[in-house]
């Protein structure tokens, strides 16, 4: 069984920086290719950035290029989410996710096996 946990949201003010820390567990952590998306109140989950199994490859919505950037980390089986410049748009439920099977990048939620439970970020402007 894949466990993902994700850390790291919080309050901050418009211009911040925050880094977000999803855990994951239950198989070999170089086998997964993950992603971050994102659900504001009231709207659909969307795509934010996703990282390959290798972390050679890497894709980021367009809403986010620029400001924030995705990374692996073998030493703690995490995966990373950087976001500088804050805005309050970026304001929602983070949540990560993992596919299992598969090289490159994926942006769409349907190609994704297991999802943590999210982790709340909220920007004031």
């Known amino acids: 069984q894949v466990q993902l946990v994700e850390s790291g949201g919080g309050l901050v003010q418009a211009g911040d920086s925050l880094r977000l820390s999803c855990a994951v567990s239950?198989?070999?952590?170089?086998?997964?290719?993950t992603g971050w998306f994102r659900q504001a109140p009231g709207e659909e989950r969307e795509y934010v950035a996703a990282i390959d199994w290798s972390g050679g490859q890497t894709s980021y919505a367009d809403s986010v290029k620029g400001r924030f950037t995705i990374s692996r980390d073998g030493s703690s089986n995490a995966v990373l989410l950087q976001m500088n410049s804050l805005k309050s748009e970026d304001t929602g439920v983070y949540y990560c996710?993992?596919?299992?099977?598969?090289?490159?990048?994926?942006?769409?939620?349907?190609?994704?096996?297991?999802w943590g439970q999210g982790t709340p970020v909220t920007v004031s402007s």
């Open positions: 239950g198989r070999a952590f170089s086998t997964y290719n």
């Open positions: 996710a993992a596919r299992m099977l598969g090289g490159g990048t994926y942006s769409s939620a349907d190609d994704y096996d297991y």
